[in-house]
């Protein structure tokens, strides 16, 4: 007995050929689907324990004899694909990729997101399963990034400086970021063991740290913040364009700055980025270690919830206060020095 063909033949112009193509596409997905809504039908029916049996590979109870040639956990997704309410939706099956493995990685997007994305043509027919794991993974992603902003304490006074030393103060609400860019001489290194301990104490989880640092005592200031119980994220590069202060002992011309980045508990949501800032000019019109505002409005907005409280508990004349309003988010600064206070309090002022 001969073979029998799969599909009869049918002679026809180049439109007819891509209608029945399409067809057949689409009867693949309805298909699945089919064989998924099955499943749901065969447990519900099945006495307890006698499900299992229906499929290739069981090995408890003895299994049918021509049993389902998906394993278990393959026909459990199948019936979860065909419970989906997107995936199953019959005016969406045109736009679905015909290959289960691929709708089961679809499977976790809820069917808003699933309707959006067939409308923009991000979910399409030729979609491919790297492709779908891509789409999933950026939409957990979002997911967390708007669950991680929604955290944050955005209620508040705008702005308020402290004129004390920030080792005596306590912030009553989590923080979302310390940023601060500590004093530089060696008598003044012991403050980055106390910044530490601080930022522990404050920050929310998946706060960080942001610290402007030299080069010259980093392996000191490195070892301060890893004893303070913080997660070190990363070293980004604020460059100097134009700057090259002289280091005589080590013979070189700094043409960057680290900036120290440290978390609490665990890494932040964020958008990709590159590792740099750039500093435009340096800004000394009020005191010798003052800092431009730009860099820091970049580092805020990338790792920072929008209306987010912003601490620098040593703000000197308030840069960094600047840079937390300019950027829509709230700040506390503390300085010591009445002078600078002063100062700080004065330019915040007139933002």
Known sequence: MKDQPLLEVVQGDAQDWADRLNDEWRSTVVGIIRVGRSLVDCK???????????????????????????????????AAVAEHPALSNVQYIAHLPPAWGTLAVLKPLPA????????????????????????????????RKDTFHAAANTKGDRWEILNQDFRDVTIDEPVDAILTDPPYPDDDLHLWEALGVFAHKHLRVGGVLLAWSGQKRLREILNM????????????????????????????????????????????????????????????????????????IEALNRFVSPGGLVVDPMCGVGTFGVAALRSGRRFIGIELDEGRHAESCERLETL
């Open 44 to 78: 519900a029916e099945l006495p307890h324990g006698e499900y299992q049996r229906v499929f290739k590979g069981y090995k408890g109870n003895d299994p049918v004899g021509r049993p389902f040639v998906l394993g278990y956990r393959a026909g459990r997704t199948l």
């Open 112 to 143: 808003s997101t699933i309707e959006e994305c067939i409308e923009v043509g991000d979910i399409n027919a030729a979609m491919s399963q790297t492709d779908a794991g891509k789409l999933v993974a950026r939409y957990r992603f979002t997911e």
């Open 225 to 296: 913040l890893n004893a303070s119980g913080l997660r070190y994220g990363w070293t980004m590069a604020l460059q100097l364009p134009g700057q090259q202060s002289r280091f005589i002992d080590s013979n070189m011309f700094q043409t960057w700055k680290p900036v120290l980045v440290y978390v609490k508990d665990k890494w932040p949501p964020h958008d990709w980025g590159p590792d740099f800032l750039v500093s435009p000019k340096r800004e000394k019109d009020r005191y010798e270690w003052e800092q431009n505002a730009e860099p820091a």
